[in-house]
């Protein structure tokens, strides 16, 4: 092995190539006749997907460990709720019942802007992005790195937790919110069951990662991952680190909050769990399993350890309380066998294809 | 020719202990100074001040006629000085010829960036670049599996990459074979007139191949500046270098 490039894996072509047909192959699934129920569960996969490519960008490419990819996504998730609450409620009915019985009898000013469906969507946009501005600024202009970057950014992820569970007349406290009817918009109901909301999700999932492949492929991408070599080095060729980091923090931070909105919309649910430690967790070890240099991997990766999160749930009560050790199983045999995930692994057998007629030395190396 | 660069009463002390110690040096625009003296001396330190690596305790850096010092080091950088360090610091994640391309700094802003790509790079430099650092063939080889010398090679085509007005080079041949000092001391001729360099170098060798004036730094002083003859035969420099065997045996 010479790190020199005539593999196929590492031909940008072949590469756009394989995502074409990976998200051509997925949006087939609802003419299958997939039950109602299972495309459900397939729609949330596309979330977990997303959040497994934002994890892929922030700590795989760019080096930054953020056990915080939650934050993002959780605000996201309770804007979401509470638009969709506030589509239930009428002038006459102003106030979710929640708040009732939390002897509100007014609606607070935090949750007026919602009435307006526009204005939720632009919060749910909006809040998760400065609140990811601000922090990633303050924890990259004093320069953390590597283990305090995830110890703050897990401080702040708890943070966060204990307001959604404390400030239950705002939040419904541990019960969340669950707006009873679908998300609507344009005058168009998006059915959580329907064909309609998989391919809305499958269809922001492919936008995300072929947005981040692009982007890696810039020359942002190199600088990016030039960072996560040697930032010194990049400071010294006359680049702002801090600027850099603080793009690809918030950029991963979009694609969650992407993956908030949506998840609401699929599941009509949205409570503390969002903020919960291992869920943020969850998001590093599929960008892992999945190779933390492949978004490819990071998709790949979430579904079926997703997927086999619910058959084995369905097995019995006792294979979901063993989940959390076989994942973590899964994780340290990937670290210790598999340092570069199952895309290393398959990187690895697409090395013994010959590339007939190609001339090796005018492929590049070229991250997944 | 004008001056490029002042050091004026640079000091960087650690409590009292001033591991540079009201250093004055000027670097005039096209000349290529080395920097030698012994472990310890203050070299590197000296060339942390300039680049705004560490904080000075005091005196002046002057850069161009502006006073430096308090700048950030990316600022510092796009002012024109490019550095090269003691270790050897490349990109070995990526391949040469992303190094290359990220040292080939056109604009700082990540989002004019994310529409930059590697073809629309200034060819003709590059190239220039590649042929002077004899890293033809290994342009799309991981940095990582490079030799020692030739990531030497590397790092010192990603400084010129930069086009700074003022290299700094921190032990340039260090580690390298006979045969890649030899190389070495080729491309920095090349290198003499074009650009200006200060080499901070240990090996007499070298520093006899291509010096023109020479500083020598000993406990964060300046112990003696002239033509390497004037300075080989101080005996204040011959004390400091292995007792009276002087410097010429002191690698
Ligand atoms: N953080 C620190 N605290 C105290 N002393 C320090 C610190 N960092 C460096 N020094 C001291 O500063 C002095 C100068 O170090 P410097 O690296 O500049 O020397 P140098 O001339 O580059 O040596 P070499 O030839 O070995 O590279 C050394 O004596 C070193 O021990
Ligand atoms: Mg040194």
Redesign the pocket.
């Known amino acids: 092995m010479n790190g020199q490039s005539s593999n196929i894996y590492n031909d940008p072509k072949a590469q756009w190539f394989a995502y074409i047909v990976l998200f051509g192959v997925l949006a087939l699934i609802p003419t299958f006749g997939t039950e109602p129920f299972q495309l459900r569960v397939f729609s949330s996969y596309a979330v977990y997907a997303m959040l497994a490519v934002s994890a892929s960008m922030v700590w795989g490419f760019g080096g930054i460990l953020s056990l915080g990819q939650g934050i993002p996504y959780g605000l996201a998730a309770y804007c979401m709720g509470a638009t969709m609450q506030m589509q239930f409620q009428t002038p006459d009915d102003p106030i979710p019942s929640f708040m009732l019985t939390n002897e509100l009898n007014e609606l607070p000013s935090v949750w007026q802007p919602f009435w307006n469906t526009s204005v939720g969507l632009i919060l749910a946009l909006g809040v998760p992005t400065v609140v990811m501005v601000v922090f990633g600024f303050l924890m990259f202009q004093a320069r953390l790195a590597g283990a305090f970057i995830a110890i703050m950014t897990l401080a702040m992820l708890n943070a966060f937790y204990s307001m959604a569970q404390d400030l239950q007349p705002f939040t419904a406290g541990f019960n969340g919110i669950s707006p009873p009817n679908a998300f609507k918009a344009f005058g168009v109901e998006v059915d959580p069951y329907s064909s309609m909301l998989y391919w809305i999700n499958l269809g922001v999932l492919a936008l995300v990662t072929l947005g981040s492949k692009y982007m890696l492929q810039s020359k942002f991408g190199t600088l990016v991952r030039a960072t996560r070599d040697d930032a010194e080095r990049v400071r010294f060729l006359g680049y702002s680190v801090a600027y850099y980091q603080i793009v690809v923090f918030v950029f991963a931070g979009l694609i969650a909050t992407l993956a908030g909105i949506l998840w609401v919309m699929t599941q009509q649910y949205v409570s503390p769990t969002a903020f919960e430690t291992p869920f943020s967790i969850y998001m590093v070890i599929w960008a892992a399993v999945g190779g933390r240099h492949s978004l490819f991997g990071a998709i790949v990766a979430a579904i079926v350890l997703n997927y086999l999160q619910t058959e084995l749930a369905d097995i019995s009560d006792m294979w979901q309380k063993a989940w959390l050790l076989i994942l973590g199983g899964i994780f340290i045999a990937v670290v210790l066998l598999l340092p570069r995930g199952l895309a290393g692994m398959f990187e690895y057998l697409m090395g013994f294809i010959k590339i007939g007629g190609r001339n090796s030395s005018s492929t590049r190396v070229s991250e997944n | 020719m004008g001056v490029l660069l002042e050091l004026k009463d640079l000091t ?1 002390a ?1 409590d009292t ?1 001033a ?2 110690d009201h250093l004055n040096l000027t670097i005039n625009e096209g000349e290529l100074r080395c920097l030698i ?12 001040l300039i680049t705004g690596r560490q904080k000075l305790t005091g005196g002046k850096v002057i850069f161009d006629g502006r006073e430096i010092n308090g700048l950030k080091e990316h600022q510092i950088v796009r002012r024109g000085i490019g550095r090269k360090f ?1 270790v050897p610091a490349v990109f070995r994640d990526l391949s040469v010829r992303e190094n290359l391309e990220v040292a080939f700094n056109r604009t700082p802003n990540p989002f004019s960036n994310m529409l930059m790509f590697f073809n629309r790079t200034d060819k003709k430099r590059f190239d220039e670049i590649v042929e002077l650092s004899g890293l033809g063939d290994r342009l799309d080889h991981k940095a990582g599996f490079l030799s020692h010398g030739e990531t030497q090679w590397l790092e010192i085509g990603m400084v010129l990459t930069q086009n700074p007005r003022l290299l700094l080079m ?2 340039p041949t260090a580690g390298m074979t006979e045969q890649e000092t030899l190389k070495t001391s080729e491309i920095f001729k090349r290198l003499k007139g074009a650009h200006t360099l200060v080499v ?1 170098e ?1 090996d007499m060798t070298f520093v006899r191949e291509i010096a023109e004036t020479i500083s020598v ?1 000993h406990l ?1 002083k300046l112990l003696a500046e002239g033509p390497m003859h004037q300075v080989e035969n101080d005996p204040k420099v011959r004390e400091v270098y292995l007792g009276a065997e002087g410097i010429s045996d002191a690698a």
Do not use: F, I, R, S
């Open positions: 960087k650690y202990y591991v540079v003296g012994p472990n310890g001396a203050g070299k590197t330190t000296t060339m942390d003691q921190d032990e901070v240990h730094l964060g």
